[in-house]
C-alpha cells in the first residue's frame, strides 16, 4: 500500500463520508429474489458490504484514531478461543470440545478503550454485555458460565470484557466458527470479520490447505486488509514440513509477506483446558502490540484495511449492479409474457365482440323470439355471453402466462408462491369478471333509462327502458346478426338519439371489458411487482459508486 493512498484517509472530509451514506443506501435497499444465476452471491455480498460498511468503514474513518479491532477467525476447532485466552493471560472465552463453542462472540479490550466498543456506532447490530466479573491475575476459570450467553445464543449478542493485560489501542474479538452448523453463527462470524482492522486466521496442521480457509484469505487479499495468519496445533516431528508447504502456499496465492505464527501441539490446546504457556504465543503478542504502539505500524494496519475496503468497492458495487440488472431483465421477462397475454385476451375479445359471437346459443334464440320472448331473458343471456367470452379469453391468457413462466427460473420460483398461481385462481377470475358484467348491464340500463327521462323533458313519447336496455345490448355485442336491432332503436328513437346512444353504449362497452381485463392483468403482474426489482436499482448503485469514486 503506497503512502499516497494512506494519506487520503487521513484527511478524510465530509463529503466522502456522505457519498459512503448514499453507498450505503443504495446497497440496503437493493434486492436479489429471484433465484437466477450468481444471486444467492449477490444476497451474500449485499449483505457482507452492509455489514463492513456499519461495523467498519464508516467508523473508522469517522474515527481514524480508534482503537484497532483484531479478529480472530477460523473453522471449528481450530483453537481460537484458547488463542484469545492466551493472549489475554485468562479464560474470557469458552473453550474446549463441544462444538460450536463460541456461541457469543467475546470483545477484549483495554479499560480505557472500554468507551469507544460500548458505543452503539460500533457494531451496531450486536447487543453489548459487559463481565461482571473483574480481572483478577490468579484467575483462571474465567467468567461465571451463568453470565456467559445468557440469552441462549438466540439473539446477536457480544460480551464485553476490559482486560489491562492488552496494550491501549488494540481490542481482540473471538469470532464464531466460520464453517458453524449454525447458519447464525456463520452469518455473525463473517459480519465479524468485515469488521476489523486486523484479520487472524487460525487454522490448524491438519486444516490449513482446507477450501474455507483459503476462501477468507482470497478475501483479504481482495480487500488489501492487515492481516496474520496462525498455524495452531502443529506436531514437533512435521512442524517444519508444514511450516514451509503452508508458507508455498501462501506465496502462490500471493500473500508471502503476510505475518505468520505457529503454535505447536500441546496438551492444553488439544484439551482446550488450559492456557497455552506463553512463549508459544509471545511472537504473535508482541506482533499485535507493535500494530497498537508503534505509531508507523498502527497507521498501515487501520489505512490499510480503509483504503483496501474502499478500493474494493470499485469491484463489489459493479458486481452488485451487474446482478441487479440480471434480476430486473428477469422481471422484464415475466412481465413481458403477462402483457403479451393479456394484450392477445384483449385482441380476441375485440374481435369475438365485432363478429357477433355473444349472440349465439340462448342469447340468439331470445333475439330471434323478440319481443315475444321478452327484453330481461335477452339481456340476461347476453350478459352471460358476454362474462363467458371474457373468462375463456382471461383463462387462456393465464394458461400463457403460466407455461412461459415455467421457463424461466424467476417464474418458476413465482409460481410456487401462495397465491402467485395464474391457472389456479379459476373460480375468483370467474367471480371478478360476473361482478364486472353486472355493472355493465346496470350501466346499460342507466343509459336507458336517462334516455326516457330526455324523451319526457323534451315532451317526446318515452320508450320501455327495458326494451331500449335489451336492443341496445344486442346492438354491441351481435355484430352484423344484430343490426337488426339498431334499425328497430332508430325507429323508436329516432336515428339521431339511436345513434348517440349506441356511442355511448359502446364506450361502456369498451371501459368493461377494458377495465377487467387490466384489473386481470395487473393481478397477475402483482408477485413480480411486490420484488420491486427495478432498472433503478442497477442504476442508483453505479450512481452512488461515481459519486464516490468523484469524492476520493
Known amino acids: 500500500m503506497g503512502h499516497s493512498a494512506i494519506v487520503v484517509i487521513l484527511d478524510v472530509r465530509p463529503e466522502l463520508l456522505d457519498a459512503l451514506s448514499a453507498v450505503r443506501d443504495r446497497v440496503d435497499v437493493a434486492r436479489f429474489p429471484f433465484p437466477l444465476p450468481g444471486a444467492a452471491r449477490a444476497r451474500r455480498a449485499r449483505e457482507e458490504l452492509l455489514a463492513q460498511l456499519d461495523d467498519y468503514l464508516v467508523p473508522r474513518l469517522r474515527a481514524p484514531e480508534a482503537p484497532l479491532l483484531a479478529v480472530v477467525g477460523g473453522s471449528t476447532g481450530a483453537g481460537k478461543s484458547t488463542l484469545v485466552n492466551s493472549l489475554v493471560g485468562r479464560r474470557v472465552s469458552a473453550s474446549g470440545v463441544l462444538r460450536p463453542t463460541t456461541r457469543v462472540p467475546v470483545l477484549v479490550c483495554h479499560p480505557e478503550d472500554r468507551a469507544w466498543f460500548a458505543d452503539p456506532r460500533v457494531?451496531?447490530?450486536?447487543?453489548?454485555?459487559?463481565?461482571?466479573?473483574?480481572?483478577?491475575?490468579?484467575?483462571?476459570?474465567?467468567?461465571?458460565?451463568?453470565?456467559?450467553?445468557?440469552?441462549?445464543?438466540?439473539?446477536?449478542?457480544?460480551?464485553?470484557?476490559?482486560?489491562?493485560?492488552?496494550?491501549?489501542?488494540?481490542?481482540?474479538?473471538?469470532a464464531p466458527d466460520i464453517d458453524s452448523l449454525i447458519a447464525r453463527n456463520r452469518d455473525l462470524a463473517a459480519e465479524l470479520i468485515c469488521a476489523a482492522d486486523i484479520w487472524i486466521l487460525v487454522t490448524t496442521a491438519s486444516r490449513y490447505a482446507d477450501a474455507l480457509p483459503w476462501h477468507l484469505l482470497r478475501s483479504a487479499k481482495e480487500h488489501d486488509v492487515t492481516l496474520a495468519t496462525v498455524l495452531d496445533r502443529v506436531p514437533h516431528q512435521v512442524a517444519a514440513d508444514v511450516g514451509r508447504h503452508y508458507a508455498a502456499l501462501l506465496a502462490k496465492a500471493g500473500l508471502g509477506d503476510v505475518p505468520r505464527f505457529t503454535v505447536p501441539e500441546l496438551p492444553e490446546s488439544a484439551a482446550g483446558a488450559g492456557l497455552l504457556p506463553q512463549t508459544t504465543v509471545a511472537s504473535l503478542r508482541a506482533w499485535l502490540t507493535h500494530c497498537a504502539e508503534d505509531p508507523a505500524a498502527r497507521q498501515l494496519a487501520g489505512r490499510r484495511t480503509a483504503v483496501g475496503t474502499l478500493d474494493s468497492l470499485r469491484g463489489r458495487l459493479p458486481a452488485l449492479a451487474a446482478a441487479s440488472a440480471a434480476q430486473h431483465a428477469a422481471a422484464q421477462r415475466l412481465i413481458r409474457a403477462v402483457e403479451d397475454a393479456y394484450e392477445q385476451a384483449a385482441a380476441r375479445t375485440s374481435d369475438a365482440i365485432a363478429s357477433g359471437r355473444p349472440l349465439a346459443g340462448e342469447a340468439l334464440a331470445h333475439w330471434r323470439g323478440y319481443p315475444a320472448s321478452g327484453s330481461r331473458p335477452l339481456q340476461r343471456a347476453l350478459a352471460e355471453e358476454l362474462a363467458a367470452l371474457l373468462r375463456t379469453e382471461t383463462d387462456a391468457a393465464d394458461d400463457r402466462i403460466a407455461e412461459t413462466w415455467r421457463r424461466e427460473p424467476a417464474g418458476e420460483a413465482l409460481l410456487e408462491e401462495p397465491g402467485a398461481r395464474p391457472d389456479r385462481d379459476r373460480v375468483a377470475v370467474a367471480a371478478r369478471i360476473d361482478k364486472g358484467v353486472r355493472r355493465w348491464r346496470r350501466g346499460m340500463a342507466e343509459l336507458a333509462r336517462a334516455e326516457a327521462r330526455t324523451a319526457r323533458a323534451a315532451d317526446r313519447p318515452a320508450a320501455d327502458p327495458e326494451d331500449v336496455a335489451a336492443l341496445l345490448a344486442t346492438v354491441v355485442l351481435g355484430g352484423r346478426p344484430g343490426r337488426a336491432a339498431g334499425e328497430r332503436l332508430a325507429e323508436t328513437l329516432g336515428a339521431q338519439a339511436a345513434v348517440r346512444l349506441r356511442d355511448a353504449a359502446r364506450q361502456l362497452l369498451d371501459d368493461t371489458v377494458h377495465g377487467l381485463l387490466s384489473r386481470e392483468r395487473e393481478r397477475r403482474l402483482a408477485p413480480v411487482d411486490r420484488h420491486d426489482v427495478t432498472a433503478g436499482q442497477q442504476a442508483a448503485l453505479i450512481a452512488a459508486l461515481s459519486t464516490l469514486q468523484k469524492e476520493r
Open 123 to 174: 457494531l451496531p447490530g450486536l447487543t453489548r454485555t459487559w463481565s461482571v466479573r473483574q480481572r483478577s491475575r490468579s484467575d483462571e476459570d474465567g467468567p461465571d458460565r451463568g453470565d456467559f450467553d445468557r440469552r441462549g445464543g438466540e439473539c446477536a449478542e457480544l460480551r464485553l470484557e476490559a482486560d489491562d493485560s492488552l496494550p491501549r489501542g488494540l481490542a481482540l474479538l473471538d
